[in-house]
């Protein structure tokens, strides 16, 4: 009972208290970024004293707050932890952050904590994230990987273990950053993959990723659009035993409701999936039967209204694939589709002889 | 040469410390041979050994020889040999017998276990009777045969101290928790602020000491205070022999010294607590999915490509204990939820072995401090620059170099092992001599 109580108090950790000590321990250095001014907060000017990482970040955070920016504590938290060269701020030791910061430093703070004011998503501020245990480089308006798609990945993996052995390929329709292709290759040892993306900024980034996690040799890229040139997939790749993707599955009267965050600075292109949201989706699924191998399947990530759309649509439509089950997420929404190509007729004949 | 300090543990008979511990192996026969197809160790659960010496005994440490002489070790060595031997017979003898395979698979088990240590015991008869031969040869007329019986006796008398060595090594026990890796958890006690400061800074003692070791140390958990102490946190530490190291530094540790916040310059006591945790591995302890209520930033809303955050913490709530495991260290959620669920892991297993631990004590109406925790087991006095371990009453100087985690700290861990070792042993054949009488 001890413990419980300890983590429930644990479950957020202030530290605007902390700044108020400073700030009476320090007394003498009245730098502008104190003044009541700044306070009222536009845009607080650079300071001409010093000031602490501590500091800087409980001045971000409540500018942050005064101007709506989502997320205030957390994204100064993390720029500034990102500018002391670490992911997290509990992971900058206690002294550097009551140290001053030096006059470059303070420059970097507010050059990316000014982007963020903009509503620049943090991820984009800092050109990074981590997803599952790659950490990727991202840059706007590549889409940035959403903590369900590392339980997608999750999925798949736990397939491909299960038939380990032989040698498999997976095609990922929409790769964005990379997230999930590079994450596959880097579990599965003997995998390889194709990935596809309608931008030409979310082929090049995920390119770079790719090289600097040395994958090079097991990735191919390729700028195709599913929805306009299907044949250019059919001919590239065929016998794939994974197409995994995570399409753009808004619907498109969502759009409108999204956070700035995201509708300013994302590719719609890769959000909004048309009236019902399943357009990609349907492509993919309508294409999948001549791209899997016998047994081959589908893993999508979707909107949790869609699972029991596409069973129906699936199985009026297309004959060669089964829906074989939907999986929930973290927070309990059906959000996964699983489908399965048939056993071909060809392997039928072979198991007979 | 390894000297030991010299203790008496015998003459205070029914009043010893760890005379507690001593008669339930015959009561838990059942669970015991349950445990030896578990887990391979048929004193795995005899007890869990933290060093319960609470009242400051006369405790020394006996010789190697003088362990080799008492009468009892040596009943306790012949017994081993006999039981060897019986169940040995047994497994060879009767093979086709299929009913009592279960009793044979226990037997077969047994001589698995023992055969190291009756080799060793062999290898010392052995030795001791060139030893005899030696001796004989010193009284030769050739002084050329005597040196040479001379030099023969010095290695002989090596290799002997050697072998009993490793014989008492062998009678030892593993506990089954040694194997794993741990939890630590360090949490600020009594003195506000300054009880935070020296929490940090037995954290920063730890993380050396586990580097020291060269073990991993994952934070978990992390709150910090406002002037850069340390309220509360957790760690993840693995690697060769953490546990049976770390599980001596589990109590209350207490600082005496004059603080950084104190104006008037005088003393403070204060204390933190160091809680160590065996991490259980996937096999031997199991939590049902079902019995968890994952808690994210997430959870409300429609989540996915909806929302963009980069709240990833994530808390785990085990539904029928109501216990809480949380962590918000990594940027990737599925991170955070895999930490999380260690901790989880590690908090619900430490209940469950609570409680069995304190079921056996129950049973047996004695009464015994739940595993140390709540003892005060260290004193770090900076005004007279010393460190005191009251389970021992052994005292080092030089706090600053105790604290980096280094060799001071684990000459006092190995000396701790090393009662604790004893402590054992004298169970074990305390244990023979009340079921010879």
Redesign the interface.
């Known amino acids: 009972?001890m413990?419980?109580r300890?983590?429930?108090t644990?479950?957020r950790?202030s530290l605007s208290?902390?700044y108020r000590?400073f700030e009476c321990r320090r007394g003498g250095p009245k730098g502008i970024w104190s003044s009541p001014a700044v306070r009222a907060c536009s845009m607080p000017a650079c300071p001409a004293g010093r000031i602490t990482a501590l500091e800087a970040i409980d001045l971000w955070k409540r500018c942050f707050e005064k101007r709506g920016v989502?997320?205030p504590e957390?994204?100064s938290q993390?720029i500034i932890a990102h500018l002391l060269g670490a992911?997290?701020i509990?992971?900058v030791e206690?002294?550097r952050l009551?140290e001053f910061l030096s006059q470059e430093q303070t420059e970097q703070v507010w050059k990316l904590c000014s982007k963020r004011l903009s509503s620049m998503?943090?991820?984009y501020v800092i050109e990074e994230?981590?997803?599952?245990?790659l950490t990727l480089k991202m840059r706007p308006p590549v889409?940035?990987p959403?903590?369900?798609t590392?339980?997608l990945v999750?999925l798949v993996l736990a397939d491909l273990q299960m038939k380990s052995g032989t040698q498999h390929t997976c095609l990922e329709v929409g790769c964005g950053s990379g997230a999930i292709s590079l994450s596959l290759l880097k579990s599965v040892p003997q995998l390889k993959a194709f990935a596809l993306d309608q931008s030409q900024e979310a082929v090049d980034l995920t390119t770079e990723n790719m090289f600097r996690l040395g994958l090079q040799d097991r990735l191919q890229i390729h700028h195709i659009d599913v929805m306009k040139d299907a044949q250019s997939v059919l001919s590239l790749c065929s016998s794939v035993s994974a197409l995994v993707s995570?399409p753009?599955?808004?619907f498109s009267e969502?759009m409108a409701s999204?956070?700035p965050?995201?509708f300013r600075f994302?590719d719609h292109a890769a959000?909004d999936g048309g009236t019902d949201g399943l357009n990609v989706i349907k492509q993919i699924l309508t294409l999948a039967p001549q791209i899997l191998s016998s047994e081959g399947r589908v893993y999508l990530?979707v909107?949790?209204r869609h699972p029991p759309l596409i069973r129906r649509w699936v199985e009026v439509n297309v004959e060669e694939l089964q829906y074989v089950e939907t999986r929930h997420?973290?927070?309990g929404?059906p959000?996964f589709c699983i489908l399965q190509k048939e056993k071909s007729n060809k392997d039928h004949e072979l198991d007979l002889n | 040469m390894a000297y030991r300090k010299v203790a008496n543990l015998f003459p205070r008979g029914k009043e010893f410390a760890f005379s507690l511990w001593i008669p339930y192996f015959s009561k838990t026969r059942g669970v015991i041979s349950q445990s030896v197809s578990l887990h391979g160790y048929a004193y795995s659960l005899y007890s869990k050994r933290t060093l319960h010496t609470t009242i400051p005994l006369l405790m020394k440490l006996l010789s190697v020889e003088e362990l080799f002489a008492k009468r009892a070790l040596q009943d306790h060595l012949r017994k081993m040999e006999t039981e060897y031997s019986e169940c040995l017979k047994a497994v060879s003898g009767s093979v086709t017998e299929e009913q009592c395979s279960e009793e044979l698979r226990a037997k077969r088990t047994k001589v698995s276990l023992l055969s190291p240590l009756i080799q060793s015991i062999t290898e010392l008869g052995n030795k001791e009777k060139d030893m005899t031969e030696t001796e004989m040869l010193l009284k030769d007329e050739d002084p050329g045969l005597r040196e040479l019986a001379e030099l023969e006796r010095e290695t002989c008398l090596q290799d002997i101290h050697d072998l009993r060595q490793k014989i008492l090594d062998l009678l030892i026990p593993e506990e089954e928790e040694d194997l794993s890796d741990l939890i630590l958890e360090v949490t600020a006690g009594v003195g506000g602020q300054e009880a935070m400061l020296f929490t940090a800074e037995v954290f920063d003692m730890y993380q050396g000491f586990a580097q020291h070791h060269g073990w991993t140390f994952d934070t978990l958990e992390h709150m910090t205070s406002e002037i850069g102490g340390l309220r509360h946190a957790s760690v993840s530490i693995s690697g060769f022999q953490s546990y049976k190291k770390m599980k001596f530094e589990a109590g209350v540790h207490r600082v005496q010294r004059v603080p950084k916040t104190e104006k008037q310059g005088r003393m403070h006591t204060s204390t933190m607590t160091v809680a160590v945790l065996p991490q259980p591995t996937e096999i031997s302890f199991t939590i049902n999915l079902k019995d968890l209520k994952i808690e994210t930033k997430r959870a409300s809303g429609a989540g996915g490509q909806h929302v963009n955050t980069t709240d990833s913490a994530v808390r785990i709530v085990h539904l029928p204990t109501g216990v809480v495991a949380e962590c918000q260290q990594e940027r990737s959620q599925l991170k955070n939820k895999e930490k999380a669920m260690k901790a989880l892991r590690a908090k619900l297993y430490s209940m469950k072995l609570e409680e069995e631990t304190s079921k056996r004590y129950n049973q047996r109406k004695v009464q015994v401090g739940t595993r140390g925790r709540s003892e005060k087991i260290r004193t770090y006095n900076f005004a007279q620059d010393r460190i005191t371990d009251h389970r021992i009453g052994m005292t080092v100087h030089d706090v600053k170099s105790f604290l980096l985690g280094e060799d001071l700290l684990e000459k006092m861990n190995s000396s701790l092992q090393e009662f604790s070792n004893q402590e054992t042993l004298m169970e074990l054949l305390g244990e023979d001599s009340q079921h010879g009488s």
């Open positions: 009972m413990m419980q300890r983590c429930l644990m479950w950790r208290a902390g000590c989502a997320e957390h994204s993390y992911k997290t509990e992971s206690q002294e009551t998503p943090v991820q994230w981590d997803f599952r245990d889409f940035i959403r903590p369900e590392e339980e999750e995570n753009p599955y808004l969502d999204l956070q965050d995201i994302e959000l990530e909107d949790p997420d973290i927070s929404r959000r």
